[in-house]
């Protein structure tokens, strides 16, 4: 799909292994709490939602939402863009942010989201660290 996406050789062997680092499942990471009750972690993924942007508002949010995430030191993000069930003309804004993710320096890989996270409506995003 995206230039930068990897074929299931180069992903660490197993692409659901990378899923799975990407996505870890929802509360199943606990760790014990004072007084020996159990907490529940969950990781909040930061995220920009596109519905009903032009494509000259997408492509300024979705550069400054990936630098600023980057500048915080956050690798992993959630771009929501819709399938373009409600458009009266066919969907435009995931083939325009695949372009985007494809020729940004910061992009290390993008993929489809995960069904609970938007499916085909929303695209991953694993930024570059920051050198030193």
């Not at 660490?12 to 014990?32: Q, S, V, W």
């Amino acid at each position: 799909m995206g230039g930068k996406e990897k074929s299931s050789k180069d992903i660490n062997g197993n692409p659901m292994e990378r899923y799975l680092e990407l996505f870890p499942p929802l509360g199943h990471k606990e760790e014990i709490g004072t007084g020996g009750i159990e907490k529940k972690r969950t990781q909040s993924i930061p995220t920009i939602d596109l519905h009903g942007m032009t494509r000259a508002e997408t492509q300024k949010a979705v550069i400054d939402f990936l630098r600023n995430c980057r500048r915080r030191g956050i690798r992993r993000a959630l771009i929501v863009h819709g399938k373009g069930h409600h458009s009266t003309t066919p969907a435009v804004l995931g083939n325009l942010v695949k372009e985007l993710l494809k020729n940004l320096k910061e992009v290390e890989d993008f993929g489809p989201a995960p069904p609970q996270k938007g499916g085909s409506g929303a695209t991953w995003v694993l930024l570059r660290q920051r050198s030193r």
